[in-house]
């Protein structure tokens, strides 16, 4: 256990549902992440919070909305998505978003657009 | 931004042979560049990591090399076992400094 939770562990949602990812970190890190993790693709950065700001969206569309309420959770909104959206989420954790920073992943959100 | 190429995308070998994984970068003010171990179904995990005023890193059978003239660096594991079968990643930091840029990863299967 690395000590970053994510729930749900699965997830299936029409394209005009609208569902929330949840991550959870317990080690006192103040800069948190989600990755978009597609097959054949890279991991993809999509936004990073550093002090409950956000520092990087990396153009990523505005169905896909984040929020960082404390240093310690970290939310990733989703309304109107696309099957091409169908991915695993990763949200990872580190110290404080600074350079050479060891990664700790959450073991992802697994989620189906039908 | 950064752009972090990898090959090969799978690798197969057998038990006891060495592994060799090449990435390439863009951007040459990157000085940071971990691996991440992903087993099936599992997180990532960082491995081994390198910085840019070292040349090459070694921690027991893995080690990773790095020519920043070239912009290019590897992940040599020796003496493969199957539990090294996992996807690997590398990495290196966004042009702004503030998150990792993965590669696409390179599927490696040891059989014994």
């Known amino acids: 256990e690395t000590g970053v939770t994510q729930t749900p562990r699965h997830l299936v949602m029409g394209m005009t549902n609208k569902k929330s990812l949840k991550c959870e970190q317990h080690?006192?890190?103040?800069?948190m992440y989600w990755y978009k993790q597609s097959a054949k693709k890279p991991l993809e950065l999509m936004f990073v919070?550093?002090?409950?700001?956000?520092?990087e969206n990396n153009s990523v569309p505005s169905r896909f909305s984040p929020e960082c309420p404390n240093s310690s959770h970290l939310f990733l909104h989703l309304h109107t998505l696309q099957p091409e959206d169908s991915a695993l989420y990763l949200c990872?954790?580190?110290?404080?978003?600074?350079?050479?920073?060891?990664?700790?992943f959450g073991s992802g959100t697994q989620l189906s657009v039908l | 931004g950064e752009n972090v190429e990898q090959h090969p995308s799978t690798l197969s070998v057998q038990e006891g042979d060495s592994a060799v994984i090449k990435c390439t970068y863009s951007?040459?003010?990157?000085?940071?560049f971990p691996w991440y171990k992903q087993e099936l179904g599992k997180r990532p995990q960082l491995i081994i990591d390198?910085?840019?005023?070292?040349g090459e890193k070694k921690d027991q059978r893995i080690a990773v090399t790095l020519n920043k003239t070239a912009k290019h660096f590897s992940l040599h594991i020796t003496e493969t076992q199957p539990e090294d079968s996992a996807v690997y990643f590398c990495?290196?930091?966004?042009?702004?400094?503030?998150?990792?840029?993965f590669g696409k990863g390179t599927t490696l299967s040891v059989s014994s």
């Open positions: 919070y550093s002090l409950e700001e956000r520092v």
């Open positions: 951007d040459s003010a990157s000085n940071y």
């Open positions: 390198i910085r840019s005023n070292v």
């Open positions: 080690l006192g890190h103040n800069a």
């Open positions: 990872a954790s580190s110290q404080d978003g600074s350079r050479e920073e060891k990664l700790f």
């Open positions: 990495a290196a930091l966004s042009w702004a400094g503030t998150a990792l840029i």
